[in-house]
């Protein structure tokens, strides 16, 4: 049997705070990069909450966990980004292989971070190289 104490302030993954950001690949924005947050510390966060992005035209995100656009749970993550051209062949959809730097698509191989704070959090661009 598990037995939590504490005093009230509630869960750290219950509140969620703005987070923006910008990819880039070789100086250019990319356009439907999907990013995914994976907290530094798992220690006590459910699976299910992971925040997570898609990129705009202009490379822009806003991260959301729980609604679209909501923000993150503050703390330090490690951050993995891919992009799947989607394809139409006859008359069916589908997307190609990721056609960003692999090392970007794992957790374990990733070197992009993040630091979500209380509040709003403007993230530094993440250039992809």
Do not use: Q
Not at 10 to 17: F, I, L, N, Q
Not at 48 to 65: C, D, I, L, M, Q
């Amino acid at each position: 049997m598990l037995i939590f104490g504490g005093c009230g302030g509630g869960k750290p993954w219950e509140s969620v705070h703005t987070v923006r950001g910008v990819v880039t690949h070789k100086g250019k924005p990319v356009k439907d990069a999907e990013l995914a947050f994976f907290p530094a510390t798992e220690e006590g966060f459910p699976e299910a909450v992971r925040p997570w992005a898609k990129t705009n035209e202009n490379g822009e995100f806003t991260v959301s966990t729980y609604n679209n656009g909501d923000g993150a749970p503050a703390g330090r993550y490690k951050v993995t980004v891919v992009h799947h051209e989607i394809v139409i062949s006859k008359g069916a959809m589908g997307t190609k292989p990721n056609d960003l730097p692999k090392k970007y698509a794992n957790k374990d191989t990733t070197d992009l971070t993040a630091i979500v704070e209380r509040g709003e959090t403007n993230l530094p661009e993440f250039e992809l190289k």
